[in-house]
């Protein structure tokens, strides 16, 4: 075989059939959306036979603080290059409060400027970001009214908390953990999760966002919560992936992760509304 026909064959081959990239743009201390993410694709992938490869861009933030998600956000389009260098599929950009920290509605530029990027490369993308995903997976629903964990010191919660509510969803209840270390986030353990949503003031609640956190692990108590509390259960995470499925095109076939990527999420706000 001469070099041309090696060429030829590994750019025919550069996409495995059967299979998609995802793109992640993530905070440089996050330890949890590249654990939880896979996680989910996996079981994906159990049930459908469709693989999934990963592939990040991370941009420095130690603390959760205004000042450093702002600093975090204008880099977003740097990563965005970097991370289409390897021909993704879609670019997630997997952090919820960077987005939200810049005002309501503030998703759609973030992933204009990351699609743009992404095409400026020269290899374009589908993109979506966990503040986008978080808001139009609840309106998808047809949820108005939530009650919701944080992580985030009580003025980012509120923000977050705005945010949401700029998005025509009521915030009923929002209960903040106060960890502005953001490797003490992804430390913290999600079995405290259920005790935390028992908490929550959930009277005229559609939906529960169990941690409105990439960096929060809740994982493996969505589905706990979700039926001991009879309501939806949605994450920062969960919302993520569903929208990255969306903009494959693929439907959600992933057990154990709640109604939501199970595909029963819509019977179950129904049946609460």
Known sequence: ???????????????????????????????????????????????????????????ALKNVTREELLAMAAKAADCAKAVSDADVDVIAYACLVAVM????????????????????????????????????????????????????????????????????????????????????????????????ARNLKLEGAEAIILSACVQMPSLSAVETVEKELGLPVITAATATTYEILKALGHQPAITGAGSLLAGTATALVSSNA
């Open 1 to 59: 075989m001469n070099n041309a026909e090696l060429t030829l064959e590994n750019t025919a081959n550069r996409r495995s059939p059967g299979s998609s990239r995802i793109g992640l743009i993530v905070p440089s201390s996050n330890t949890t959306m590249e654990t939880e993410l896979p996680e989910l694709f996996r079981r994906q992938s159990e049930a459908t036979g469709h693989r999934y490869t990963f592939h990040s861009a991370r941009a």
């Open 101 to 196: 920290a810049q005002g309501p509605g503030a998703h759609d530029s973030a992933e204009a400027i990351i699609a743009g990027a992404a095409e400026e490369n020269g290899h374009p993308a589908e993109v979506t970001s966990s503040a986008g995903a978080l808001v139009r997976t609840l309106t998808d629903l047809g949820v108005r009214r939530v009650a919701m964990v944080t992580p985030y010191m009580k003025p980012l919660t509120k923000m977050v908390s705005d945010y949401i509510e700029g998005a025509g969803i009521t915030v009923l209840d929002a209960v903040s953990l106060e960890v502005a270390d953001n490797l003490a986030v992804g430390c913290l353990n999600p079995d405290n999760l259920l005790g935390i």
